[in-house]
């Protein structure tokens, strides 16, 4: 049995970064560029106006005021996305909206609000300026936020909401990402239906796969469904045919001592396990390891293989813990670990055989500090214990348990790792 620090470790040592694709920026959130990305413009790409007013001299408004306008004659209106053919020379001001670049002569701009223009009739052949206007005010200047020839975004970034925007600003409508990988997951057992059929004496639905999937999808990867095999080598192998492609394959379910447990045989027999059970509460059984698979052109890989125990609990802890990470490294990820947060429990939790101990919690902040609850009962069954938490309590391998009052540290299941 090995320890959860060494497994994750041995595991993202069997994996790596995928190769780069091509695609459409919206469907590269979450994605990580495989390439920087220069501006070939300037943004905005001419100076224009940050405000709704008259684009003026400022030397014309020199001692302006309330009880001192200065009248200035307007000579042009000129919107956002048009360019005025006029120019601003002294005596002279031209009506300008947000976004519309500044006309020539013009080297300030002031707000409709400091001008008299609300006291005059619809578009006025004069205005008064109400105030001072410094050289440059409302000005934003060409290539303010994005110079061009710079370097924007450069390679290992994942592309978030914001990213995709800049991208967009930039003209971008493709980009080079880190492929995401395909992941298939398999459930294993005799007692195990598809949830489309019908119950029938001592069989259960298949809610692990679902689980699963809806995991691998959360954190960018995309799921393949293989179905549910029986608890026998032949239908494991049959089943795992249609995943000999993907880039990672999950199993749920056959990996403890059972008597119809086959996974590792057939791990061992299809390629070869890396360890088998790791020193951790819920989850012990896993078993990793490396299935001899086919690229699509038809090349031998060797594809990670995580067996996750059946219990569905166990099998999303255990995704969590070393799937996840194994993912997102695939995805060309830097920051692999889920935010923790230090919280003092309300529950006593104990550990009885020096595994670590991964209790499900409800995390609530009250008085500034965390507070964790256990989410009922913690049998690696009862997968209403996920659904009712979000983050996982944490009690080292060499602590016996920890009582009310203790703190210990949660990783929060429902923060994403997106900070890097
Ligand atoms: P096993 O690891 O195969 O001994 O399974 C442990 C427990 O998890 C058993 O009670 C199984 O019925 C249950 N189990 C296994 N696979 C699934 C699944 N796909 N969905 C829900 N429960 C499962
Ligand atoms: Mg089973």
């Not at 995928?18 to 070939?40: H, K, N, T």
């Not at 699509?296 to 059946?310: T, W």
């Not at 309300?346 to 989410?375: C, P, S």
Request: proline share 5%.
């Amino acid at each position: 049995m090995i320890s959860v620090d060494h497994a994750l470790e041995k595991v993202l040592e069997h994996v790596a970064v995928l190769e780069a694709e091509e695609g459409p920026i919206l469907s590269c959130l979450g994605q990580v560029l495989a390439e920087d990305i220069f501006s070939s413009i300037n943004i905005p790409p001419l100076d224009n106006s940050a405000m709704d007013g008259y684009a003026v001299r400022s030397a014309d408004t020199l001692g302006a005021s309330h009880k001192l306008p200065r009248i200035l004659r307007v000579i042009d209106t000129v919107a956002a996305g048009a360019v005025s053919q006029s120019e601003v020379g002294p005596g002279t001001a031209i009506r300008i909206m947000t976004g519309a670049p500044i006309p020539e002569g013009a080297d300030g701009v002031v707000r409709f609000e400091d001008t008299d223009e609300s006291e005059r009739q619809g578009i006025p052949a004069e205005i008064g300026v109400l105030i001072e206007v410094a050289p440059g005010a409302e000005i934003r200047r060409a290539g303010e936020d994005i110079a061009a020839g710079s370097l924007v975004l450069s390679q290992g970034t994942a592309l978030r909401a914001s990213e995709v925007g800049v991208l967009a600003s930039l003209g971008c409508s493709k980009v080079k990402v880190v492929r995401r990988p395909v992941v298939a997951i398999l459930a294993t057992g005799d007692e195990i239906m598809d949830i489309t059929q019908s119950l029938s004496g001592g069989k259960i639905y298949n809610s692990n796969s679902y689980s699963l999937a809806a995991l691998i999808q959360r954190y960018g990867a995309v799921p393949k469904m293989l179905g549910i095999a029986l608890d026998n080598e032949d239908s494991l192998l049959s089943k795992l045919r249609r995943g000999l492609n993907a880039d990672m394959v999950l199993t749920s379910g056959g990996v403890s001592l059972g008597d119809y447990d086959v996974v590792r045989e057939v791990l061992a027999r299809e390629g070869k396990i890396v360890f088998w059970r790791v020193r951790e509460k819920p989850g012990k059984p896993l078993v990793f390891g490396l299935l001899k698979g086919r690229s699509k052109g038809g090349r031998v890989k060797s594809i990670p293989f995580f067996g996750l125990a059946g219990n569905p609990v166990s099998a999303m802890v255990n995704f969590e813990l070393f799937a996840r990470p194994a993912i997102l490294k695939m995805m060309g990820r830097k920051n692999l670990t889920k935010p923790t947060v230090q919280a003092v429990v309300e529950d006593a939790i104990e550990n009885t055989d020096g595994r670590r101990v991964f209790t499900r919690v409800m995390v609530a902040k009250r008085g500034g500090g965390y507070f964790a609850r256990l989410t009922g009962p913690q049998g690696s069954g009862i997968l209403t214990s996920m659904a009712l938490a979000n983050g996982l309590a944490i009690v080292p391998e060499d602590k016996p348990g920890v009582k009310p009052g203790d703190v210990v540290e949660v990783m929060m299941l429902d923060w994403s790792e997106e900070v890097e």
